[in-house]
Each structure stands twice: as C-alpha cells, then as structure tokens.
C-alpha cells in the first residue's frame, strides 16, 4: 500500500444520527430509524487507497466501493466540489465520492470520465497517485 487515509463524515453522522432520534422520539416509524441509522454507518467515512495499480475507495464499511485504473488515469489534480452536498453523485460523466469539505482529486480518465474524490489530504492524495502513475505507467 503506497497510500492509505481515512476521511470521517461528521456532518453526515450528526445530521443522520440527529435525524434518527428525532425520528424515534417522535415515534414515526421503526424502519425510518433503522434506515437513517444503516445510512449513518454506510456513510460515515471515506477511505482511499493508492497501491500499485490502482486507486481504490471505501464507504463506511466497504460495502460500497469502488476501483480506478491507475493505467486508465489520463490526468490527476486537486480540485474544489461546487456540490452542497455530500455521498454518491453523478451527473453525465462527471461523479463525486465524499463524505465531508470541498476539497478533491480530480481523476480525469482515457475514457471521458471525470470522477471527484473527496479528501481532507488532498495534496498528499495527488502526489501518492502521480508518483505511482510515474513509477508503473503501463501497469
């Protein structure tokens, strides 16, 4: 592993979790809470990876995923999120994963597709994806 973090969401476990229990004491629905709380946890980090050939993310507990290509990046660079919002996000070729702040990496890939990582280290994300980029280009 050449990069490893963990990004915690705390707007979206406090907005999720304040939700649940108000949810709860105004005795709304069981389901309700229960949903709200499995959103909590399956949202509550955002952890990336950088290992030798690929680019890796991981919501919550790593149920939902995703991998990138390090051979598919045509390029890589630290970008802000307009987007008031945090989770999944797609619009057109362009998709976003975050769970907190503004700040991203920006994968711009072969294909046309753009995709917005969210990160709270985002210089050190950039530099961990271009070094390896540089060190395995057609991995």
């Not at 390029?75 to 769970?99: E, M, P």
Request: positive net charge.
């Amino acid at each position: 592993m050449i990069y490893k973090h963990t990004q915690i969401g705390w707007v979206i476990i406090c907005s999720l979790g304040a939700a649940a229990m108000i949810t709860f004491f105004l005795n709304v629905s069981a389901l309700s809470v229960w949903i709200l709380s499995i959103l909590a946890v399956l949202f509550a980090t955002l952890t990336v990876s950088v290992d030798a050939e690929n680019v890796n993310i991981a919501f919550g507990p790593g149920i939902i995923r995703k991998k990138f290509r390090l051979k598919s990046i045509e390029n890589c660079q630290i970008s802000k999120t307009k987007c008031c919002s945090w989770g999944i996000h797609g619009w057109g070729k362009r998709w976003l994963f975050n769970v907190s702040g503004f700040d991203t990496i920006e994968l711009k890939m072969k294909n046309g597709m753009a995709y917005y990582i969210g990160t709270d280290q985002p210089a050190q994300l950039e530099k961990a994806i271009n070094d390896q980029r540089k060190i395995c280009p057609n991995r």
